[in-house]
Each structure stands twice: as C-alpha cells, then as structure tokens.
C-alpha cells in the first residue's frame, strides 16, 4: 500500500531528495500527496504527472501509482 | 514516425538526411520543414559556458511521441521525426531537431511549428545552464509566438 | 545572407550543414527553421514523371535576394539560405530549400514561412510538367496557408 | 530608341517568341507594349516587369527599357 513519489530539476534540489515512498490512503489526490512531502508550501507553478502523464492537483490516486512534481519544464 | 532521446552529440543535417534516405517517401513528398534548436552563448542578458538537460526517463519518450501523434492527427504528414538531447550539452550543440514531411507544404510547416511549441510549454525537459559565477535552472520557457514579427522569444 | 539557383541536383540536407559549418555564427544562434520543397510524382490527380523549371536570368535572382532582404528586415535573423534549382529536374530531387538562423524561434520559423510564401507567390519560376501523355505548364501555385491545417495547398 | 520585350514560360509558347523589339514612343506605358505584342488579347492575369522589377499596367516605359511578360509564377 504505497504510492511512489518523484522529484525534477530545482524541485529536487529544493527538497533535498529525488524520490519518496507515501503510504497509500483510499481516495488520496495529487494535492494530498504534495502537502504530505513538501509540508504546508503550496503547489503554485509545480506540474505533476500520475504514471507520466501530466495530472491536476485533484486527479486522484491508485495505490501502486507513481506520482511526479516538478519545475515548469524548459527544454527545447 | 521515430522519437529518440540522446545522451550524446548529434549532427541534425546529416540526422534529416540520413533519416530521409531510410524513410523516404519519394515521390510522395513535397515538402519537409524543420527546426533546429542550438545551445546559446547567452541568456537573459548572462553568459552561458555550459548546460545540463535534465529529462524523466519514461515520460519524457512518452510525450514526445505523443505531439508526434497528435500532429499527426491534425496534419495531413508522411512522417515526423523528434530529435532531443539530454545530459551534458556543449555550446553551439544542437538540443532538438524536429522535421516533419507532407505532400504540401502548409501541412509541413504547421506540424512542425506545432510540435516544437508543444515540446518547448510541456514536454519534461529541465535546463541548467553553467555560468561563470556558478550554476541555474532555467525558469521557464517564453512563449514563441510573435504576432508582428520583430518580437522576443526564447530560443 | 546567401541565394543559390542552381542547375543540377543538390543534397539539402549537405547544403544547410556546410552552409552553418562554413557562416556559423555558433553560440550566438539559437533557432534553425529551414523548408525543403520536393519534386512530387502527382499533381491536380495526374502522374508526373518529371519537370522543367523555367526562370527569368537576372530577375529571379534579384527577387531571391529581395526576400532575403525583407525577412532581414521583418525578423531579428542571423542569416538567410535560399536555394533553388532550375532546369530538368527528376522525381524526388529538392527544388527549393529555405532557411533562416536567429537567436530566437519565432523569428526563424517566419522568417522562414514568409520566405517561403513569398518565393511562391512572385519569384520568377515557372513548372512545366511532364506527364505519361505529353507535358503541360503549371498554372498557379495556390496559396499555403490554411486556417485550422487539414487543409490542402500546393507543395 | 526602342524597348526590349521578353516572354516567359506558357506565354512565350502562346505568343510564338520568346522575345521581340518595339519602337519607343515618349509616354508608353506597360499595357500599350502589350498591345502591340499581343493585340487585343487583355492582359488579363498577365504578369509584367520592367527591368526586372514588377510593374503595373500603368506604369511608365523610358527609352531602351526591358519589359517582361509571364504568366502567374509556379516555382518552391
């Protein structure tokens, strides 16, 4: 029962780590997961993606997933 | 239609042509529009030695065939081709190479312009550039369209 | 700021990569979008086998670097490449080939689109096709940009 | 005192030559050579260029000038 969380970029370097394991909890969103890893700081510009695909704040979450934040991206 | 990701130096003319001696739809195509990006020596007024193209290995494939699809969905193409470099990148280098090869030539040139403004706002690509005073991530991507010409945008 | 015509087949792809390695302005450019029209083996629903390009000597070549000029003017370009090609050309071969350098991407890209539309609506070209019953002149080239794409132009 | 014509592509072929010489008389526009090259046929989408700049109907012939008429380009 866990959901498998990655950081990106600036993000990463700001949280001082690239990837978390959250517990997993019936009816948890992408939101529930950033307030628990980065504390009472809001998403602002973050992105996220649930299993690489690019998701909102209130996309809900499976157990198993993997869920991604990161920076604005700047390739190109 | 091929994506591809590298981790190392690439020479996009001789890439589209040996692409299109692989692909080549001959005879069928009239037209092929493309776009280079090149690592610039400057940035927001600062000098730039160096960069580092962070990437999310998975995703990062994944969205980009998925603007390859989408322009082909909207498009009437023969082929696309999506070039991006990651890792470590060397001034002058080339970053992306997107192409893409229809009969006529507005189908061309929409695709490709749509494709790299879809890789450019959304595609996971994070830039750290190497100045002289030390090192930065990139913040963001400006728009690239102008309505005039003669407007700003970012590489 | 170069323009070419040329009288027998060139390789587009070559031609970008030794133009840049040979006026490369390396790390102050950030932007390539260049177009490369084919020779199509159809046209208005007929086969085509191959084609003549007829041109006007003195006049083309001052309306080729007439566009470059004006693309200079309307867009913040590092330079401009047009190619063309005159005379007996064979299926598949590049007929044109456009190309505008600049720091910035959306300066390329319509730099390189304006160029393009501009060299097919006035440059003193004419096409004369060869089809399996005899040959005809091409008419008009109709225009290239359409509204939503999945529209039709000529190539 | 003359002006040199030429023709180009589908236009060369219909009218027979590719070139002719006319008299220059003061005030003669475009569409006056025109006339004496291709009679009363109207220009019609006729292109013209006076030394190889693209002119109007109107516009103004001088003495040894070179004046050109072609159909609707098709090159790129």
Known sequence: MSVHVKFFASLRDELGRGEAQIEYVSGMTVVDIWQQVAGNEPMGHVLAAVNMEYARPETGINDGDEVAFFPPVTGG | ?155
């Open chain 2, 1 to 155: 239609m091929t994506v591809e990701i590298l981790k190392s130096a690439f020479d996009p003319h001789k890439r589209l042509g040996d692409y299109q001696a692989a692909h080549g739809s001959e005879g069928r195509c009239g037209a092929e529009a493309s776009f280079v990006g090149y690592m610039r020596d400057n940035n927001e007024g600062e000098r730039v030695t160096g960069m580092y193209l962070e990437y999310y290995p998975g995703m990062t494939d994944r969205h980009l065939q998925a603007i390859a699809a989408e322009a082909g969905k909207r498009w009437d193409l023969l082929d696309v081709l999506i070039v991006h470099r990651v890792g470590d990148i060397q001034l002058g280098e080339a970053i992306v190479l997107v192409a893409a090869w229809a009969a006529h030539r507005a189908d061309a040139f929409e695709a490709c312009r749509f494709m790299m403004e879809d890789l450019k706002s959304r595609a996971p690509f994070w830039k750290k550039e190497q100045l002289e005073q030390g090192e930065r991530w990139v913040e963001k991507n400006t728009p690239g369209f102008s309505q005039t010409g003669k407007q700003k945008s970012d590489n």
